[in-house]
């Protein structure tokens, strides 16, 4: 892969460093942000859709026989069962 050496002013990289600051700053900041329930539902919607939805389905009705559907799921919607919730995602069912 080629290096790209741009050569700009000092303003330029001033000002460069000063987005890169805000940018991390913003990140920061975000980590440290309570969400509104809307805001986690559009949160969550993204990751169901990069993470779940292949197996579980958009519907969340999974494929009989191969994927339990989420909708209607006591694991799921149970919050006394968040914990079993995660176990499931992180190790399957034992
Ligand atoms: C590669 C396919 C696949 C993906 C991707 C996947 N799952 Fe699953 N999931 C399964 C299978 C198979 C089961 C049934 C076996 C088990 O419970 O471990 C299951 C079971 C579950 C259960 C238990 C449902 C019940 O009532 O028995 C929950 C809850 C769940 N998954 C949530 C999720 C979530 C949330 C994600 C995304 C973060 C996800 N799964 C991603 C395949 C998948």
Redo the contacts with the bound molecule.
């Keep these: 892969m080629p290096i790209v050496v741009k050569a700009v002013s000092m303003e330029d990289y001033e000002a460069w460093i000063d987005d890169r600051k805000a940018l991390k700053l913003a990140a920061l900041e975000s980590q440290n942000k309570t969400l509104t329930m809307d805001e986690s539902m559009a949160e969550g919607e993204k990751?169901?859709k990069k993470?779940?939805l292949?197996?579980?389905q958009a519907n969340g009705e999974g494929v009989p026989g191969?994927?339990?559907?989420?909708a209607g799921?006591?694991?799921?919607l149970k919050k006394e069962n968040t914990l079993e919730?995660l176990y499931?995602?992180i190790y399957?069912?034992n």
């Design positions: 990751v169901y993470q779940c292949m197996c579980h191969a994927f339990p559907a989420l799921s006591e694991i799921a919730h499931r995602i399957g069912k």
